[in-house]
């Protein structure tokens, strides 16, 4: 009997503890104060919503035309309550406000709050960029990470459609600023090397839309000439409405550290879009015509390498290889070695070896330039690097961004 009744005071004792808790997080001082004057309702209701997401209450909307609005707690006898009207100049003036609740234990009702599709339009793109490849779960996982709340799915579904479609309309419009974006620029900073290529529109006869922008900072090409001349080169998907690639040219400063040198936005990554970057990346930085430039196995990509003359030294990403290399499994193990074969005898011996394990694997890489790969062949300096890592690194980081 002791044991139950010492059980039973454990119990009541916590449920109070997290009653006046509970009690306290409600009672939290209120986002603004009587006489706060606001723009129009909507953005009283939205700091209304905040407010009871915080504190974990529900509220509705008792009385509200174009001249006032008042909005009470949920809970019955509840004297939380929040009215504003108009003033004498027109402007929307909160009147009453009795911030403190005396009721407590909501929790069924909170979720009318956070469900509501006004808040959840306003506070899911503050944390999620929302695109087609976004799942309801993602949304729903977010705002628990965020808030420590579960949104309902059929609230996070439409918020979700509505967002993809006002994406549409947002990326449409910031497609038509570019150009003053490239303007503003250039008036700050002249020596900046930009370009814009719009093409004709199939279906607005007369019209131009946009297919690739170019930009180098003058920062980069007084860099660069600082720098050890080597560029890493990579292309990667920007996730939005409408699907571009991200073209980027990397280089290593003196300190060790990757710095981007120039960017371009395509519509796909293809040799016409390469040759068009690399074509306007040896103008803005001449100096890359005779660097060291390494890149993937792209067939696009290393087709429109050759633009850039027969001075420079190509290197294709040994990673990359060993990527392709893996489906010759017993053969694995001397990928690496070969590649950092310093003398050509030492290659030819391991190449030996590679073809005791595999004939296949050993004509593979027969059919590879070994000057793009293999140290003891090296056209000119690696620079340490036999991978392009530093511009994959970049990708991965502007990701999380």
């Known amino acids: 009997m002791k044991k139950k009744k010492i059980a039973r005071n454990s119990l009541y004792l916590s449920f109070s503890f997290l009653t006046i808790i509970f009690s306290l997080k409600m009672n939290?001082?209120?986002?603004?104060?009587?006489n706060d004057l606001f723009r129009d309702w909507s953005v009283l209701q939205s700091h209304i919503e905040e407010w009871a997401v915080k504190d974990h209450f529900a509220f509705k909307v008792r009385t509200k035309?174009?001249?006032r609005a008042d909005y009470i707690c949920r809970t019955p006898e509840c004297q939380w309550r929040v009215f504003a009207s108009h003033n004498r100049n027109g402007e929307i003036q909160l009147k009453i406000m009795n911030e403190r609740h005396t009721c407590i234990g909501r929790a069924s009702s909170i979720r009318e709050v956070y469900n509501t599709q006004s808040w959840l339009r306003r506070t899911v793109p503050e944390h999620l960029f929302v695109t087609r490849e976004t799942t309801v779960r993602e949304i729903v996982n977010t705002l628990q990470l965020n808030y420590g709340i579960t949104v309902n799915l059929e609230a996070a579904r439409l918020v979700r459609a509505s967002l993809v479609n006002d994406r549409i309309e947002h990326q449409q419009q910031q497609f038509s600023k570019i150009p003053q974006y490239l303007n503003l620029l250039r008036s700050k900073n002249p020596w900046i090397y930009t370009d814009l290529h719009l093409i004709e529109s199939e279906q607005n006869p007369g019209r131009r839309h946009f297919q690739r922008v170019f930009i180098c900072p003058a920062e980069s090409q007084l860099s660069f000439t600082q720098m050890r001349p080597f560029i890493a080169l990579d292309g990667t998907f920007l996730k939005a409405k409408f699907v571009q690639i991200l073209l980027l040219a990397v280089g290593i400063d003196g300190n060790g550290q990757?710095?981007?040198l120039a960017w371009s936005v395509v519509e796909s990554e293809n040799t016409e879009s390469w040759t068009w970057f690399l074509e306007r990346l040896k103008l803005a930085i001449p100096q890359v015509l005779e660097a060291t430039?390494?890149?993937?196995?792209?067939?696009?990509?290393m087709a429109a390498e050759r633009v850039l003359g027969n001075q420079i030294n190509r290197l294709i990403c040994c990673f990359h290889l060993s990527q392709n290399f893996?489906?010759?499994?017993?053969a694995q193990h001397l990928l690496w070695p070969l590649a950092k074969?310093?003398?050509r005898n030492d290659f030819q011996s391991k190449m030996e070896e590679l073809q005791q394990e595999s004939i296949e694997a050993a004509n593979y890489l027969e059919n590879i330039d070994k000057a793009m790969w293999v140290d003891?062949?090296?056209r000119g300096k690696a620079y340490g690097h036999k991978t392009s890592n530093v511009v994959e690194s970049i990708n991965n980081s502007l990701k999380l961004k």
């Open 28 to 34: 939290s001082p209120a986002p603004f104060a009587v």
């Open 65 to 67: 035309d174009y001249r």
């Open 258 to 260: 990757s710095l981007i």
């Open 293 to 301: 430039i390494i890149s993937d196995r792209d067939k696009g990509l």
């Open 326 to 330: 893996k489906r010759f499994r017993n």
């Open 341 to 343: 074969a310093k003398t």
């Open 376 to 378: 003891a062949f090296a």
